[in-house]
């Protein structure tokens, strides 16, 4: 059972930078490919970011590609993604999840069902 909990979200202004980080426990984090969500008010889940198990590779929603960055380092079992050039229809509450990698399988890093544990999610406003 792989534990997640976000932290760094917050208020910031338009064209602000925020970096949110995820801690794991209770696994073995290097086996995990982590990706990053958002879900604003009365809309669906929405893919962010991703990372693979061994950090080599990333991939991004179109409407943050160039602006966020994700990144891992295994050693502190520790997930991030940096926001810059935040804007207001950033807003949302942010969630980190995993997916267990297995052997052999394609990781559709996009879809929200593909992964096991999800964080409880940190609130991320934009305004000004």
Known sequence: QVQLVE???????????????CA????????????WFRQAPGKEREFAAAIKWSGGNTYYADSVKGRFTIS???????VYLQMN?????DT???YCAAYPAT???????????????WGQGTQVTVSS
């Open 72 to 78: 891992r380092d295994n050693a502190r079992n520790t």
């Open 24 to 35: 794991a426990s209770g696994g073995t984090f290097s086996s995990y490919g982590m990706g």
């Open 103 to 117: 052997y052999g399988r394609t990781w559709y890093w996009g879809h929200w069902n593909e992964y096991t544990y």
């Open 85 to 89: 050039s935040l804007k207001p229809e």
């Open 92 to 94: 949302a509450v942010y």
């Open 7 to 21: 932290s760094g979200g917050g208020l910031v202004q338009p064209g602000g930078s925020l970096r949110l980080s």
